[in-house]
């Protein structure tokens, strides 16, 4: 079983800055099969970036996806007040099929 | 755009089945996945499991012995099916649309309580 986790649990940072957000898995994922999305509180989740590093559709040029193997980053390149949410990323392709990490909240410091 | 409401009773006794219904609109489920995915009070995303249109399934190990999911393509639904229910599987249920790998449409989620 993968099991996924992610560093920091949270990052306080102000809006302008850098944000670097790391998911390790406990063992080798396909870069295709990695994932980020945002939650906001009672908004639906969306798809930050799949495939490691393609952003989804909409999603704009300050986030970045990269990474391979067990060790994967979702940069944000400056923060803008929308951004202020909690990434969790994703794996699938081994039991169970999909998984989430736990998660990285980004707050305002 | 494709857009996804869940719909149900917000609140379910223990032991009872807990009983979801996700409607896709601007957009065909006769195609991609279709998942359940739900978030506990004060923890993070788990994925139930997810139904293909032609209604093939994969269910997360966990749930496997609790959880049916079908889906009604004449009326762009999909449902979910939880049975057994305990205070743990009070949660924010979503529904989402999956490219088999990852999930790109996602419902704004409901909220299920289980308490008597």
């Known amino acids: 079983e993968i099991m996924l986790t992610q560093s920091p649990g949270t990052l306080s940072l102000s809006p302008g800055e850098r944000a670097t957000l790391s998911c390790r898995a406990s063992q080798s994922v396909s870069s295709a099969f990695l994932a980020w999305y945002q939650l906001k509180p009672g908004q639906a989740p969306r798809l930050l970036i799949f495939g490691t590093s393609t952003r989804a559709t909409g999603i704009p040029d300050r986030f970045t996806g990269s990474g391979s193997g067990t060790d994967f980053t979702l940069t944000i390149s400056r923060l803008e007040p929308e951004d202020f949410a909690v990434y969790y990323c994703q794996q699938y392709g081994s039991s169970p099929l999909i998984s989430f990490g736990p998660g990285t909240t980004v707050d305002v410091k | 755009q494709v857009q996804l409401q869940e719909s149900g009773p917000g609140l379910v006794k223990p032991s009872e089945t807990l009983s979801l219904t996700c409607t896709v609109s601007g957009g065909s489920i006769s195609k991609f996945y279709w998942s359940w995915i739900r978030q506990s009070p004060g923890k993070g995303l788990e994925w139930i499991g997810y139904?293909?249109?032609?209604?093939?399934?994969d269910y997360e190990p966990s749930f496997k012995s609790r959880v049916t999911m079908s889906v009604a393509t004449p009326w762009n639904q999909f449902s979910l099916r939880l049975s057994s229910v305990t205070a743990a599987d009070t949660a924010v249920y979503y529904c989402?649309?999956?490219?088999?790998?990852?999930?790109?449409?996602w419902g704004k989620g409901i909220t299920v309580t289980v308490s008597s």
């Open positions: 139904i293909h249109y032609t209604g093939s399934t």
């Open positions: 989402a649309r999956a490219y088999s790998n990852y999930m790109d449409v």
